[in-house]
């Protein structure tokens, strides 16, 4: 079967089908290979997990001669973290165990075939008597709905005890039933103290460098920054410096040759996983929060990871209403702007337009009072709060619509010279719902001002405005035509 990797445990019978990952460490392997921990005493982080009697321990406890009592099953689990936080490890671990047999799936190359194939096996071996089976999945976010819909009955009975690894949020990748039968186990990204850790047992330890070559101290520092809590990305780098080093007849690993080795740190960020959606979320609310460095740092980080620079632009445009309204009416125009420019200019080059869209965003006045007033208008409609037009309001163009009132008593604003009259707008018993609220804030503030005189005349509330009173008028016509 394609993608399958069988360790079987002590007389378990024939020889073990195992290839790739899961066979014993040759000399040559990659150093981050040889710096597997064997036993959960040398794994770093996730100490979190690591209580007594946590899923982690029960299911990796056989590999530490810890074995559970007989006919005990440990529970399924799906562990969720990003690349280098140790889920391949942890399947290396249960793999070591001793009572069980270890099944390992790559959902690159599976398929519902291949899934059935090991869930009958292990069937058959349970009811002989044999080794209780783990079935090990890895990237289990690509498998689709119906591979994971075969492992349910398989997990739910435990014929099979699933361990499966994720570098996307499993409640967006995996289906509800499957994930309801599993413990979900959060592996969060290693410090940078457990990096400088590793990165130290490997130049020390026989399995990895084992004193060839020392490294300084601001080579360690380059290294564990790049490597972003990827202890997998910290090794790498690791020997490739040592590899440039040892080259050159270097005796240690200084911070230039550190640099060469390892030219740019590759970024984590996934444009079809969650990690696109943290980013953006960010992005957005660091505007919205007026931090214009760190917007500018989501944007490059977008722009870096090869995120399409429409779909950046739209939620600026987005973001200029929702955020800034009318605080600042110039924000829409300007972020539409920018929109179009990645229509017409396109990258590299819009990434400034790009910035400089952000940075008058992030600095605005900001406002939600456009937000707050649509939704309360959404939810009277809702509600069945929407009566009939008002017969002078409708259309009076057609023929025959006079005979039936329409248009009849309409007063036309320009014939006034405030620009305003008295007139019922609003379907009946909606005329004093009061949707938009402006804020204090930017260009806002003037509309705060205005607004209540506006609201005044058209309503017919309050003391009415003279036709004499020309202050008045003059400055509801000034301000309505700013």
């Given at each position: 079967m ?22 014993d ?8 290979v ?13 100490q ?16 530490n ?11 399924s689990?799906?562990?969720w ?11 290396h ?20 075939k ?10 058959r ?7 209780p ?36 949020n ?14 979900l ?19 020390a ?15 360690e ?32 690993i200084?911070?230039?040759?550190a ?9 984590r ?5 969650d ?51 009318m ?11 920018a ?7 396109g ?18 006045p900001k ?22 037009v ?35 707008y ?5 005329g ?23 609201r ?11 036709a004499?009173?020309?202050?008045e008028?003059?400055g ?7």
């Open positions: 394609d993608g399958l990797f069988e360790v079987q445990p002590p007389g378990g019978g024939s020889d073990p089908v195992a290839t790739g990952a899961f066979t460490v040759a000399a040559d392997s990659p150093l981050a040889r710096m597997r921990p064997v036993t959960l005493d040398e794994l770093v982080g996730q979190h997990l690591l209580a007594p009697g946590a899923p982690l321990r029960q299911l990796v406890g056989a590999a001669g810890l074995a559970p009592r007989s006919g005990a099953s440990p529970m689990v799906i562990l973290g990003p690349p280098g936080s140790g889920k391949t490890t942890i399947a671990l249960v793999a070591g165990a001793t009572d069980r047999r270890f099944v390992a799936l790559s959902a690159l190359s599976a398929g519902v291949d899934v059935r194939a090991v869930i009958d096996t292990a069937r071996e349970r009811r002989r008597g044999g080794p089976t783990v079935l090990f999945i890895d990237e289990v976010h690509r498998f689709s709905k119906t591979q994971q819909d075969s492992l349910l009955a398989a997990v739910e009975d435990r014929t099979v005890t699933l361990l499966a690894a994720t570098t996307e499993p409640y967006f990748s995996v289906i509800s039933p499957l994930l309801s039968r599993c413990v186990l959060t592996l969060q990204p290693l410090t940078d103290d457990d990096v400088r850790a590793l990165l130290r047992r490997a130049v330890d026989a399995r990895g460098l084992d004193g060839a070559v020392a490294l300084d101290a601001d080579a520092a380059h290294l564990v920054r790049l490597a972003g809590g990827d202890v997998r990305k910290a090794l790498t780098a690791l020997e490739a410096a040592a590899g440039a080093a040892a080259a050159q007849g270097n005796p240690s200084d911070l230039a040759t640099e060469k080795a390892v030219d740019v740190a590759a970024l960020y996934d444009r079809a996983g990690e696109h959606y943290d980013v953006v979320s960010a992005f957005i609310k660091s505007i919205r929060g007026s931090d214009v460095d760190a917007a500018l740092h989501y944007l490059a980080r977008m722009i870096t990871a090869g995120e399409d620079a429409r779909f950046i632009a739209r939620r600026m445009v987005i973001s200029a209403s929702e955020d800034i309204g605080a600042d009416p110039t924000a829409l125009p300007i972020a539409t702007a929109a179009h420019a990645v229509e017409y200019v990258l590299p080059e819009v990434q400034i337009v790009l910035a400089q869209a952000v940075i008058h965003l992030a600095l605005a406002s939600n009072a456009v937000v707050a007033a649509i939704g309360a208008a959404m939810a009277d409609v809702r509600s069945g709060q929407g009566g009939a008002p017969a002078h309001l409708r259309d009076s163009h057609y023929k025959g619509a006079s005979r039936v009132g329409h248009g009849k008593g309409y007063k036309y604003p320009h014939d006034d010279p405030r620009g305003v009259v008295q007139q019922q609003a379907p009946e018993g909606l004093d719902r009061e949707y938009y609220r402006p804020t204090g804030h930017g260009a806002e503030r003037a509309v705060a001002e205005r607004l209540p005189k506006l005044r005349i058209v309503r017919g509330t309050g003391a009415p405005v003279e004499g009173d020309a202050s008028q003059d509801i016509a000034e301000e309505r035509h700013r």
